[in-house]
């Protein structure tokens, strides 16, 4: 129930009502392709539509469709019925997806989905934001975020999973402006300082990573992981006293720490 609690979640936040037919997809696999061709034969029966069987790596796979009504529990009972027809025929069941009843149009359009963000006010506005960053939709998300930004709505944490957001998709630097902005509207912004120092250095920025991992030093000082990131910034620029004195510092506050470890070895060998 976890996992389709989560995927009606997800769909819900997105405006779609859950209690409308769609078209469901299930799956099957087995090494045995023989084996899936006496289940789709059962599955015709049940007036399901076996869409394909294919090879897929060293097993092949069926899929059957039939557009359906759903609630979260009447497709978790069909899921107890599909895997007990799959234990019939010696087959795996591998769960099941869904999309619009028409399979030509998509299950969430943008049209829809901006329809439903325009009728938020603007705390619900931003709650749907953080809800859909928290399920990882990141590109709605980002929808909802610019428009949060637009309305001037808590413009400090919009800016700041905005940035992450951006920076997740490969756009690094428009992610690291808007991390910036979050830190210039709450210069106590802790995780926002924390990220910019890790993005930039996993970017090979490595001197905006030391100075943006030095102000979060500063508001959360004897944070192993910053000291770390201070250290390992500064090994890759070559400052190696620089680099052992903020290892060592890392390593006094968790002898533990694998990271650390590891770079001090690393120093060891200069």
Not at 71 to 85: D, M, P, V
Not at 106 to 126: A, C, G, K, Q, V
Request: aromatic share 12%; charged share 30%.
């Amino acid at each position: 129930m976890d996992a389709i609690n989560t995927i009606f979640d997800s769909l819900e936040i997105q405006g779609v009502n859950t209690k409308q037919e769609f078209l469901y997809g299930y799956f099957f696999y087995d090494a045995s392709k023989s084996k899936l061709e006496k289940l789709k034969q059962t599955l015709i029966e049940q007036t399901y539509s076996v869409v394909e069987i294919k090879k897929n790596g060293n097993v092949f796979a069926l899929r059957a469709e039939k557009i359906e009504q759903h609630t979260r529990e009447s497709i978790f009972a069909a899921k107890q019925n599909l895997t007990k027809l799959a234990e019939r025929f010696g087959v795996s069941y591998d769960g099941f997806d869904m999309g619009d009843s028409d399979p030509t149009k998509p299950l969430i359009s943008n049209d829809n989905f901006h329809n439903f963000m325009n009728t938020r006010n603007e705390d619900e506005l931003f709650q749907l934001g953080v809800k859909l960053y928290d399920f990882e939709i990141y590109d709605k998300a980002e929808i909802v975020f610019r428009e949060c930004l637009k309305k001037n709505i808590n413009p400090d944490t919009v800016s700041y999973k905005l940035g992450n957001i951006l920076s997740r998709r490969g756009a690094i630097e428009e992610g690291i402006k808007y991390l910036e902005e979050a830190t210039k509207l709450n210069p106590n912004f802790l995780d926002a300082w924390f990220n910019l120092g890790a993005i930039c250095y996993d970017n090979d920025l490595f001197e905006a990573s030391i100075k943006y991992y030095q102000e979060a030093d500063k508001l959360h000082p004897n944070d192993e992981d910053i000291i770390y990131g201070i250290a390992a910034a500064q090994f890759a620029l070559r400052q190696f006293d620089q680099s052992l004195k903020n290892c060592k510092r890392a390593l006094e506050i968790n002898k533990k720490n694998e990271n650390a470890k590891n770079l001090l070895k690393m120093l060891k060998n200069k």
